[in-house]
């Protein structure tokens, strides 16, 4: 049977493994810290970007109650796909004029998973089709 060292403490291990399971234990809450902080930042400077009047509308209480009567109204089911959906997506973009002004009205919403709300903003793709070059 091989062993190396524990990256951490140094105590004899099993080949195959980084760290001993108390090191590992400590490691991963480390890293999840890590991922914490790294979230936080990156949605404040997010929120940065954002226009503060939007941002007002996603976090009123007006919108929350009519987005939650949307979603128990279609049976919390995705409109394009059918799994599971999580986000209230308005057809008509609410930065435009006539979508402001359509913001609470039920023929402006649909209902999406994340993965159809992604594809509807055209979020998350590789670079493949979005014009990007990649370089080798």
């Known amino acids: 049977m091989l062993l190396k ?3 951490r403490c ?3 291990i099993n080949y ?6 108390e090191c590992k234990q400590v ?3 480390e890293k999840e810290t890590d991922r914490n902080i790294s979230k936080r ?3 404040r400077r997010y929120n940065r970007q954002r226009n503060p009047k939007y941002q007002k509308f996603y976090g009123s209480a007006d919108w929350r109650k ?3 009567r949307y979603t128990q109204e279609k049976g919390y089911r ?3 796909c059918g799994a599971v959906a999580t986000q209230v997506h308005h057809r008509q973009p609410i930065q435009t004029d006539t979508g402001w002004e359509r913001r609470f009205d039920f023929n402006n919403l649909e209902l999406l998973c994340t993965a159809c709300h992604n594809l509807k903003h055209d979020r998350f793709k590789s670079g493949k089709g979005r014009g990007s070059k990649k370089s080798f």
């Open 5 to 7: 060292e524990c990256k």
């Open 10 to 12: 140094g105590k004899y």
């Open 16 to 21: 195959g493994s980084a760290y001993c399971p």
């Open 27 to 29: 490691v991963h809450k």
């Open 41 to 43: 930042l990156r949605n």
């Open 66 to 68: 009519v987005s939650l």
């Open 78 to 80: 995705c409109e394009q």
